[in-house]
């Protein structure tokens, strides 16, 4: 079937979900993602968003944190634009129904996390991700010019390749017409033509063995974009969250958030000591990719499987009153945390590089967007400061629509794209092939390319997955479509643009710690 929309977008994060509502006011939208409406990164994030608030701070403030977290990659213009504009996109959050923490004098309550110089974390509890979504969706609902599929997978974006033309990196004007759909309900494909194309399909956690990330995270809109020669930036950069719970056998991790750390826990190592001192000034409330660091070093050093957060000595009744979801989790497991540390783990958590667009959002591929995660806009550099990402959704999501709305007049449906061919294909008969492949993928990821890298390791990961790709190029070619299949030809392709970045970049920096370059930095 074809299907015609002004808007399309791939995605029902915070990002797809903001974007939506601004565009409907100029079009038709129509908002695919491949799960339940509200399953996305943006649901489960924990401790809130960052914006210059109270009279004490200021967007210098905000920008220096923001800069010196992303050990000077970051594009100060971006960054200097995303705090200005950040503050009224959380305004108008607030405006759409999503609910922040106040303290008693009606103030906001504003926490604290590592990087940041001041208090200005917005928060829900520590469902602020939750809180956000449940606001957006109503009122997404609430909204005639946008219909929601649910349940739909985008497998590739349509562009001039699909008329037959030659397309590469080097092609000027490649133009986005659309996108192929699977109704993983019943697995047909219909084509969408749209005016403009949108991806906000969140991140890629799952690309390694151990990640904080919900299973939708397999790094489809990098994958569709880097397969249409759309360009990619800064994939290297991998942050992995200090502080995910240690408890063997759950996928995603549970996180921990870092605002435990602003509220005073502290990291000790097994003997019950504190070990952060000896890395950073900061102690437990470095920045992430520092902290990371630490631990591993931690426990290769000393052969242990995990670290403690101490927070005995915390203020019980405001610790469960601010952490209810943390707190129930860990009584859930046995460990009260005024009696016993908890045990955590770093884990795989947020992707810095994506889809580079300019400051409107705009990809290098011609009526195609990209927002959130996926997107690499500038602002994170080499390593992201905590609580950056829901405000960089927000400030670009703005930014998109405004610009997209104007474009969107001069455009016209492209009806020469052909519906998706089958032709030749079959039904794979086993399914083992594609979950094996898939643990082999973060096996490879986890072990050669995490939060310790070195040229080495970075080699075995490539020739091991080149044998995988193979298999799974031919996979594709032969059998009938899924989203499995899809999944994990995407995260081959994240994986490889990983390790592809990782070789190009010659020096230690932020999230990326190579061995072979360990003088540059402290650990
Ligand atoms: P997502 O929210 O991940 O949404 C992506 C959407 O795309 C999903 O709906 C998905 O189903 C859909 N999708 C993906 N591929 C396809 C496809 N092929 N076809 C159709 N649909 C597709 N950041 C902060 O700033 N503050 C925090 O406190 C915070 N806490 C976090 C806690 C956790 C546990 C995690 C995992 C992340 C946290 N982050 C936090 C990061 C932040 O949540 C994410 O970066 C942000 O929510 C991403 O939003 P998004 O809209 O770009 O993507
Ligand atoms: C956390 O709550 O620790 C996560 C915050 C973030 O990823 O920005």
Redesign the pocket.
């Known amino acids: 079937m074809q299907i015609k929309t002004d808007f399309l977008i791939i995605g029902s994060g915070i990002a797809g979900l903001s974007f939506a509502l601004k565009a409907a006011k100029k079009g038709k939208v129509i908002l695919i993602t491949k799960s339940n409406e509200e399953e996305s990164n943006t649901k489960y ?4 968003i960052a914006a210059v608030w109270h009279d004490s701070d200021s967007i210098e403030k905000h920008v220096a944190d923001t800069l010196n977290a992303g050990a000077g990659l970051c594009d100060e213009k971006i960054v200097r634009l995303v705090v200005t504009e950040g503050t009224e996109r959380v305004k108008e959050l607030i405006e759409l129904g999503t609910k922040f923490d106040k303290k008693a004098n009606g103030d906001y309550d504003l926490a604290k ?1 590592g990087g940041h110089t001041e208090n200005r974390i917005l928060h829900y509890k ?1 469902v602020t991700g939750f809180e956000i979504e449940r606001a957006l969706l109503k009122q997404i609902h609430e909204h005639k010019n946008i219909t929601v599929y649910d349940h739909y997978y985008a497998i590739d974006i349509l562009t001039q390749h699909h008329l037959g033309e030659v397309v590469t990196s080097q092609t000027q004007g490649i133009t986005c017409y659309g996108a192929y759909i699977l109704n993983t309900k019943n697995g047909v494909i219909d084509t969408v033509l749209s005016k403009i194309t949108v991806m906000a399909t969140g991140g890629a956690g799952h690309v390694y063995a151990t990640t904080t990330n919900p299973v939708i995270a397999t790094g489809d809109g990098i994958a569709m974009v880097y397969r249409a020669k759309g360009h990619v930036k800064d994939m290297e950069f991998v942050q992995f ?1 200090p ?1 995910s719970l240690y408890n063997p056998g759950e996928n995603p991790s549970f ?1 921990i ?3 435990i750390r602003g509220f005073g826990g502290i990291l000790k190592t097994l003997d019950g000591k504190e070990f952060m001192q000896k890395y950073d000034a900061r102690g437990s409330l470095a920045p992430r990719d520092i902290v990371a660091r630490a631990i591993d070093n931690e426990m290769k050093t000393r052969g242990d499987d995990y670290v403690y957060l101490d927070c005995r000595h915390l203020d019980r009744k405001g610790f469960i009153e601010h952490f209810p979801n943390i707190y129930n989790k860990c009584m859930s497991l046995g460990i009260d945390p005024f009696m016993k540390m908890i045990p955590v783990i770093p884990a795989q ?2 992707l810095c590089g994506g889809i580079i667009v300019n400051e409107h959002a705009q990809s290098t591929i011609t009526s195609l967007y990209a927002v959130g995660e996926c997107a690499c806009t500038g602002l994170h550099g080499a390593n ?1 400061l ?5 405000l960089e959704a927000v400030v670009f999501a703005h930014r998109a629509a405004e610009h997209a709305a104007s474009a969107m007049n001069e455009i016209s449906f492209n009806d020469k794209i052909p519906d998706w061919n089958a032709e030749g294909t079959e039904q794979a008969e086993e399914m083992i092939l594609i979950t094996q492949s898939q643990k082999e993928v973060q096996q490879i990821m986890s072990n050669y390319v995490g939060i310790v890298r070195s040229e080495l390791r970075l080699k075995r990961a490539f020739d091991r997955l080149e044998i995988l790709y193979n298999e799974n190029e031919k996979l594709y070619d032969e059998k009938v479509i899924t989203q499995k299949l899809c999944e994990l030809r995407n995260l081959i392709c994240i994986g490889y643009l990983i390790i592809k970045h990782a070789i190009r970049r010659k020096e230690s920096v932020g999230l990326h710690y190579m061995v072979n370059y360990k003088k540059k930095e402290k650990i």
């Open positions: 994030a924990q401790g809130g996390e520590d969250h502080t996180l958030t870092e605002a958590h947020y992201r905590a609580s950056n990402s829901l």
